[in-house]
């Protein structure tokens, strides 16, 4: 399947199963903003804990926090958010669309990397397995070509991120004939920067009111509470803290789906460590978090790692985690060396003292940060994207399933009495009533079993559990497993365990450390 109707598909599926929703959808709904159905909302909440108890369960040395989104507005200044949190735009006079031209770059980078990966396959399959894969990059004429030219195009880029040059940028985009998709043309306004906060008025009267933004981030929250969690958590150097929570951008453009949304929610942790032992734990942390991704089983081919091109001018290192999605290798989490600038600059505007005593050393210093911050709704889309299969099945229908991690699944399993009569619903009553307080259980007697089926693997839900005529009997019931479709007959008094086996967060955390 193309992966440009996949992902149609998928956008439908969220709406038609209840994952996600249009917001203000009677309204015509309103630009990149979502609601969670209700399985999204189920399949959230399970991300958000598979993400905190990593964090705070198997780190005895992070800690949670819940900030408030509004805060004191100098924080913005102070973190470089007010003067500099831009995006460059650039508009085509003629379909009248806005893009961002960095991203109208990448793209244009990435189509020239897709043709030397496709000259490169071709060559792979014309000369099986005597083919030597780095010697035909580094030889075949054509890849060279594509290969400088995306060299000569990346270096301009790079320089002119770094530089904030735009009408360098502009001048890429035309040098490299880039066209506006919608109208064709090269037909291009000049680049601006566009600053990404929502602002709005607290207080009530006119002069008293102050202008307060909506956070972009969850990060800073983490920040100006350093000195309150260090001190009443007795915390000692390295530690780190926690945070999940809504941030708000204004983005320029906002077309895919629920990858790029003006309202998201963040996860980011932030750790506090010495001055100098920063490339390390940043070593360490990018590992952590690749593990985190894999351990949920998309498979590991699925991800990759980007080094930035451009570091901010407070960070030291900086690397993207990707997902494939649909729509190509997509940043899904950051994970930036942010040295002591974010405390540093609290100080300043502050004018409170911001350090750490460090009893082991004898001395204070201003504590440097490694951040790694993941996007909620990003990571949702990545699972989405990752588990939706369309099967052929052998009596010539198709299903549709999504194979979730069990333990991120929003329905574990589903209850099904064969007929809906013989006392079977009753018996279906009671395993509920049994496994209810430790698995979200969906009882359904509706259509005939094979359909009850379909609609549990379009949601995801790993068990299926058949009550039958022989149940009130031997106190055995059949359990399907979504993947193999296979089927057994268990004992009613051994379904808790089996569940738990694979439904347990634990087993995705212990993953993570094995
Ligand atoms: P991008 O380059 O895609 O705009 P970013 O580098 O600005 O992202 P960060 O500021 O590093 O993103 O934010 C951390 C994480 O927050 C991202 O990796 C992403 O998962 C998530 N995120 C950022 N912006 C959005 C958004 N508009 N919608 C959904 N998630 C987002």
Redesign the pocket.
């Known amino acids: 399947m193309a992966q440009e109707d996949m992902f149609k598909k998928l956008v439908s599926h969220c709406k038609e199963y209840g994952f996600v929703f249009p917001s203000s959808e009677i309204y015509d709904g309103l630009g990149?903003v979502y609601d969670y159905g209700q399985y999204g909302v189920e399949l959230k909440n399970n991300i958000r804990k598979y993400w905190w108890d990593s964090m705070t369960l198997l780190h005895e040395n992070v800690v949670g926090i819940d900030s408030a989104i509004f805060m004191h507005p100098t924080i913005w200044k102070a973190s470089g958010h007010v003067d500099a949190f831009n995006?460059p735009l650039i508009d085509n006079r003629d379909s009248k669309k806005r893009y961002?031209a960095d991203?109208l770059i990448e793209e244009h980078l990435a189509k020239i990397e897709d043709k030397i990966n496709k000259e490169t396959e071709k060559a792979a399959k014309r000369f099986g397995e005597s083919f030597d894969e780095a010697q035909f990059r580094s030889t075949n004429a054509r890849v060279l070509e594509y290969q400088a030219k995306w060299d000569e195009i990346h270096s301009r880029f790079a320089k002119a991120l770094n530089d904030s040059n735009l009408e360098e940028l502009r001048q890429i985009i035309l040098d490299c004939e880039i066209v506006c998709p919608i109208s064709g043309s090269r037909n291009w306004t000049e680049v601006r920067q566009f600053n990404l906060m929502f602002s709005t008025d607290m207080g009530s009267t006119a002069d008293g009111a102050l202008k307060i933004y909506l956070r972009?981030?969850t990060a800073q929250g983490i920040f100006v509470n350093f000195l309150n969690v260090q001190k009443t958590g007795r915390m000692k150097i390295p530690f780190g803290i926690a945070q999940t929570g809504k941030?708000f951008?204004n983005?320029i453009v906002?077309r895919q789906f629920?990858?790029?949304?003006?309202e998201?929610?963040?996860m980011?942790m932030q750790f506090f460590i010495r001055p100098g032992e920063e490339l390390d734990w940043f070593k360490r942390w990018k590992e952590t978090r690749l593990r985190w991704h894999k351990a949920m089983g998309l498979g590991d081919h699925k991800y990759r790692y980007h080094d930035h091109e451009k570091l901010a001018h407070y960070a030291n290192a900086a690397t993207?985690?990707e997902f494939e999605m649909p729509f190509g290798f997509?940043?899904?989490?950051?994970i930036?060396s942010r040295t002591d600038f974010d405390l540093s600059q609290h100080e300043k505007y502050s004018g409170k003292k911001i350090q750490y005593f460090d009893p082991e050393l004898n001395k204070s210093y201003t504590p440097y940060v490694i951040e790694t911050?993941?996007?909620?709704?990003?990571?949702f889309l990545s699972l989405l994207a990752g588990s939706y299969v369309e099967e052929a099945l052998d009596n010539g229908e198709t299903r549709v399933v999504l194979k979730l991690p069990a333990a991120l699944a929003p329905v574990k399993l589903a209850v099904l009495p064969l007929v809906r009569k013989d006392g079977l619903p009753e018996k279906a009553e009671e395993i509920i009533n049994m496994l209810r307080f430790d698995f979200r259980c969906q009882y359904d007697e509706k259509d005939s079993i094979g359909k009850r089926y379909r609609r549990q693997d379009a949601i995801g839900t790993p068990y299926c559990i058949t009550i039958d005529h022989d149940t009130p009997n031997d106190n055995c019931v059949t359990i399907r497993f979504r993947d193999t479709m296979e089927q057994e007959r268990v004992a009613i008094d051994k379904l808790h365990e089996i569940i738990t086996e694979k439904v347990s967060m634990k087993t995705l955390l212990k993953k993570i450390i094995d």
């Open positions: 990149a995006d961002r991203v972009p981030e941030a951008r983005e906002a629920i990858f790029r949304m003006r998201f929610e963040q980011e993207d985690i997509k940043e899904v989490e950051g930036h911050s993941i996007g909620l709704d990003r990571c």
